[in-house]
């Protein structure tokens, strides 16, 4: 699934109507399935098997990491 979600992005941003932009040149296919597509479909597949203590500490840990991303990456002027 992850595979099927980075290809149809890059079908999308190759049309002639630019359905869909990269916005950095060096963000792609290839960053986008290692760094996002693997990671949510892993953490989708395998949440749900947790105990519920070990799953709220999981996503803590989730949110905090894209909270602490804001933080730094917003006033770095990157995102």
Do not use: Q, R
Not at 6 to 14: G, P
Request: net charge positive; with cysteine.
């Amino acid at each position: 699934m992850a595979l099927l979600f980075a290809l149809f992005e890059s079908f999308l941003a190759a049309t002639s109507n630019h359905s869909f932009i990269w916005v950095y040149k060096w963000w792609g296919v290839v960053p986008v399935f290692i760094t996002t597509y693997i990671p949510f479909f892993l953490a989708c597949n395998y949440i749900n098997e947790l105990p519920d203590k070990k799953k709220w500490k999981v996503l803590g840990i989730l949110w905090g990491t894209v909270a602490l991303l804001l933080v730094v990456l917003i006033p770095a002027g990157i995102i």
